[in-house]
């Protein structure tokens, strides 16, 4: 299967509680930071280990934070990158 903006968003909107206050902009400004995190980090093929899962989501969250913060049009939530982050990863993950 191959990678669809908008599936991705349904299911990080289907995820989080409150993600439908989020207009697809929003959401696809965190999938963009999130595929930006991959290129920075020299894995735009993403291999997230099971056991490493949750570090690498903190890792990408924080990243995430970082930015959002910077962006005056930013409405996510700070509660709210992590889980969305997860959310996209497991759609990602959904795809293999």
Same mark, same amino acid.
């Given at each position: 299967? &191959?990678? /669809? =903006?908008?599936d ?11 993600? &439908? ?7 696809? /400004?965190? +999938?963009?930071? +999130?595929?930006?995190?991959?290129? &920075? /980090? ?8 099971s ?22 049009? /930013? =409405?996510?939530?700070? &509660?709210? +990158?992590?889980?969305? +982050? ?11």
């Open positions: 299967m &191959e990678y /669809n =903006e908008d991705a968003i349904r299911r990080m909107r289907g995820a989080v509680a409150g993600a &439908e206050a989020y207009d697809d902009d929003q959401l696809l /400004n965190l +999938i963009d930071i +999130i595929f930006d995190y991959y290129d &920075e /980090n020299g894995d735009l093929e993403i291999d997230i280990d056991d490493d899962s949750d570090d690498d989501i903190a890792a990408i969250a924080a990243y995430a934070t970082r930015l959002l913060a910077k962006d005056a049009g /930013n =409405e996510i939530s700070p &509660e709210h +990158i992590a889980p969305l +982050i997860e959310a996209e990863i497991d759609y990602e993950l959904s795809l293999i």
